[in-house]
């Protein structure tokens, strides 16, 4: 008997890849969910545009499997993640920057109810398909949003305490670290050969 979770209306909404081998779950309802018509989200997911649900990574865990990381370029020259299954290689989801990404951008396609989760802007309308409608009540820009001014106060509280937890533990990753112990200076004194630098 099948553990999906077919239909849901709140969280945790549960999602996988093609082939069921790598499985993940979010614990709580996405900070914001997007619909992005930007043409290197059109090539990259081979559709229209890409349907992202924002989720901190305290709010995200894999349940199943262990996914391979993709390095995919950016327009703007960052570094930009893709989580694949690395049997039926199916993209899950991005981290933006650095694998300690403060955010999962879920690709809501892959959940097993993204009916659940509408977009509630879509951004880079500019390079949008012709024959794509955009209902009118939905908010829409041309580029990018100042997340500030969109997002609901209540996420943008979430994004800022994910945002200290991550700071956070890498601190307590950068003092856990041993120390380098520093290197004795080698001999140089007289008939030493090592008194004299090398010829490059």
């Known amino acids: ?35 992005c018509h930007c043409t290197r989200c059109q090539r990259e997911t081979g559709g229209p545009f890409a349907h992202h649900a924002m989720i901190e990574f305290s709010r995200f865990e894999v349940t199943l499997g262990e996914p391979a990381f993709v390095l995919v370029p950016t327009d703007s020259g960052g570094k930009h993640w893709v989580a ?8 899950m989801w991005n981290e933006h920057g650095t694998r300690q990404a403060v955010t999962r951008y879920v690709r ?12 509630r802007a879509h951004i880079f309308v500019r ?9 009118d009540d939905a908010p829409s820009f041309r580029g990018y949003y100042d997340a500030a001014k969109t997002w609901p106060a209540e ?16 601190e307590a990753e950068r003092l856990a670290k041993p120390k380098t112990a520093a290197k004795k200076p080698t001999p140089t004194g007289r008939g ?8 490059k």
Request: with cysteine; hydrophobic share 35%.
């Open 127 to 135: 390079s949008k398909q012709p024959w794509v409608v955009v209902p």
């Open 155 to 170: 996420s943008l509280a979430r994004y800022a305490a994910a945002k200290a937890l991550r700071a956070e533990e890498a």
């Open 84 to 91: 694949r299954c690395p049997a039926c290689r199916t993209a």
């Open 1 to 35: 008997m099948s553990t999906k979770r077919q239909h849901s209306a709140g969280p945790p909404f549960e999602g996988g890849c093609a082939c069921g081998k790598v499985r993940y779950r979010m614990t709580a309802e996405p900070m914001f969910v997007h619909c």
């Open 108 to 119: 809501v396609g892959t959940l097993d109810a993204p009916a659940a989760l509408p977009p």
């Open 192 to 199: 030493s050969k090592s008194g004299r630098p090398r010829a």
